[in-house]
C-alpha cells in the first residue's frame, strides 16, 4: 500500500482500523527500503550451500553464503572481475527462495599481481596459517586504491542485479583484513620486515576509511541500500570504530554485528555482560535497529558440546536467543550430524520460531526455558564473606558455591573446575565437563516475552536432572525447576511482557508445557483467569514413568492483565504434597483484531505533518497524554502534552501513529511522519 493513498483512506475509520492491524502484523510494507533482515530472515543459514531447503529435512534453513577470495575475483591485474561463484549463489537463492550474505575474503587472499605491481609482501611469523604466504602492507596507497576499487566494482555488481535475484541479498559483511577476525596480520612480521609493522592507530584509521568505502558503495547512491555487517565493533573494547557505525549508519535500515559466540556452549564465561551490552539494540529496539550473525564453527565437535551433541545445541541455541542472535549460521559437518537427529532438527525450528519474535507487541510466540546459573560474579548472592573473593580467577569461589547444601542437594557440581576461569574462547576448546557456577553467566531462566515472577522463592532451580549426563540424557535433563513442598513453593507465577498485548488482546493461548513424569499419582495444574476469575485450563496426573513429557492446551478466554498474586497472568499449581518438575513452557499467540475505538474522526489534525520536531493538533479536545508507537507496534514514546503540542526531537526519522488519551480513554490515532 503506498503511503500517499493512507490520508484518504483514514477517513473511513473501519478501513483505519484495518490499516492499523495490517501494520502491526506486516511492520515492514510502509517502508519502500526493506530492513538488513527481514524478520522471516531470522533463524538457521546454511554455512556450506550444500543443502536444499525443499528436502523436508532441511525446510528450516533461510539464508546461504556468497563468498569468494580476491584473488577468485581479480585473478589478472584488469579492470573485468569474475563474478560467477557469487552469481552461481544468487541463482540458487532464487531457486530455493533463500536469503545470501556477501563476502569478500582480502588482507592475505588477494591476487599476487598486486605484490608484483609494488605493494610490499609481509611475511609473519605465524605457522597456524601455511596457506597464507605473505600479507600485503595495508597503508599502501596502491593496494587501497586495488581494494576500494573491489568495493565499487562489487557494488555495481550488487545494484545491477534483477529483481529476482537482488531481492535475496541481505547484507555485505566488512572485511577489511584477515578473513573476518578484522585483524592485518596474523602473528608478527618478521625483522626483516619490520618497517611494515601497523601499529593499534594506524589500523584503526585504515578501518575507518574502509568503513566508509563500504557505506558509500552499499549504503548510499541510486539503488536499493545493501547492509553491512561488521565484526569487531564493540561500545566497549572498539568504542571509536562503535561510534563511527552508529553515527554513519542508515538508522532506517540499521547495520549487523557478528557476534554471540554464546551459542558455542552454555554457561560460558561472561554472557551475561555481552547480553546486557547488545540485547538493547537486537530485541525490541528503541533506537538504531541492528541484527546479529555468528557461525557454529567447530565448537560442536569439541570435548563439551560431545558430552551430548543434542543437549549441546538446545542449550547453545537458548544461549544464542538470549543474546539476541539474528542468524544462526550452521557448519557443514553440523548439518551432516542433524541428519541423522530429529531432536537437532527441532532445536534448529526452535531457533526459527523465536528469533524472529523481537517486538513484543506482535509477537506470536513467547517462551520460559527454566535454567538456574549460579553466577560467581553476584556478591549480592554469594556473599564474600562465606564463598571467598569475587574474582574470576578464583576457583574456590566456585567450589564453594556449589559445595553449599543447597546447591549440592539441588545437583550442582563442577565437572572442569580449572575451565571455569577461562574465557568463552578458550572453554569451548578445551572445557570437557559441565560447570553449575561460573563467571556472570546467565543466572536466571532463558525467557522471551515471559517471565517467571520470583522465581527463587516460589521454585527451585535443579541441576542434572536424572542424575549423571551422558550422551543417552534427554536435552531437558540439563536443567529444570521444581516445587518444593516443604517450604511452600507449590506455585510458580508467570506474566507476559506488558507490551504484548498492549495493541491487542488474546484470542487464544496454547501453552505447551514440558514436565518430568517422576512421581506416580502426583497433580499438578495449569491455571489462568478469564473474566469470572482464576480458572483451572487442566490437571495432570503423574504414572511415575520418569520420562518428560510434552502436553498442549488452548486457551481461548483468557485475560492478560496481571490479575494475579505478583502481577500473574498464569501460574502452575502443585495439587498435592508431592513436588513435579518442569523444563519450561511455551506459548502460542492467536491475537483479536486490534480494538481501536475512534472518537469523531478527524476532530484531532496534526500539524506541521511531516514533522522534524514538534507537533500540535487542534485543541477541539482535552488531551493529557500521547503514546507513539512505530510501524513494528512497538511502543516508541510515551509524552505529556503541554499546552496542544508535544516535542517528538527524540525519535527517529521514521512512520509513527499517535495515540491520543484523555483521562486513559484513547481519543484518536494519527499518522504522522518523522523527518
Known sequence: MHISGINKIMKNSYVFFVIIFLCYLFPFTLSAQQPIVPLSGYGVWDRSNAKDPRDPKYNYLLGLRAEASWAELQPNDSSTYNWTSLLDVLKKSDSTNQFVKIGIFVGPDCPGWLYSNGVPAVKTNSVDHPGWTSYPYYLDEDYKRHFFRLLNALSVFLKGQPENLLKHVCFVQVMTGCTGDEVAYKGTPLPSYSMYQISDAQWLNFRLESFSKFTLNF??????????????????????????????????IGFGLKG??????????????????????????????????AEMDQSWTKPLYQINVPLGFY???????????????????????????????????????????????????????????LNSADTVKFKVSMYGVAKQSNLARYSAICNDSVYKSHGAKMDDLPSAALGQVAQRDQQTGYNDAGWYIQDGNYERWIKQLRPDSTSIGLFRIRGTINSSSSIYDRFARSFENKTGRNAMYFQFDPTVFSLTKPKSLKFSIIWLDKNAGSKWSLKYYNDKGLQTAFIKTGIGDNQWKKDTISVTDAIVTGNGLYGSDFMLVNEDTMDDIFNGIEVDIERKNPEVT???????????????????????????????????GSRAMVLIPNAGSANLTGLQSGIYFVSFFNQKNHIQTVKIIKL
Open 219 to 252: 549504503n548510499q547512491g541510486n539503488g536499493r541500500k545493501i547492509g553491512l555487517l561488521y565484526n569487531n565493533v564493540d561500545p566497549v573494547d572498539q568504542p571509536v570504530e562503535w561510534q563511527w557505525v552508529n553515527n554513519n549508519s542508515d538508522p532506517s
Open 260 to 293: 554471540s559466540a554464546y551459542m558455542r556452549g552454555h554457561h560460558l564465561s561472561d554472557e551475561m555482560t555481552f547480553k546486557k551490552t547488545y540485547l538493547p539494540f537486537l530485541v525490541n529496539p528503541q533506537g538504531m535497529k541492528l541484527f546479529s550473525a
Open 315 to 373: 542449550w547453545g541455541m537458548l544461549g544464542g536467543l538470549n543474546t539476541g542472535l539474528s542468524i544462526w549460521d550452521i557448519s557443514a559437518t553440523a548439518l551432516n550430524y542433524s541428519d541423522n537427529s530429529v531432536t537437532v532438527q527441532n532445536v534448529f525450528r526452535f531457533f526459527n520460531k523465536y528469533a524472529p519474535q523481537i517486538y513484543p507487541a506482535t509477537a506470536t510466540a513467547a517462551y520460559s526455558v527454566f535454567h538456574e546459573g
Open 598 to 632: 475512534i472518537l469523531n474522526p478527524g476532530r484531532i489534525e496534526v500539524f506541521p505533518n511531516p514533522t522534524n520536531s514538534f507537533i500540535s493538533w487542534s485543541k477541539s479536545y482535552a488531551v493529557d497524554e500521547l503514546v507513539i508507537y512505530n510501524v513494528n
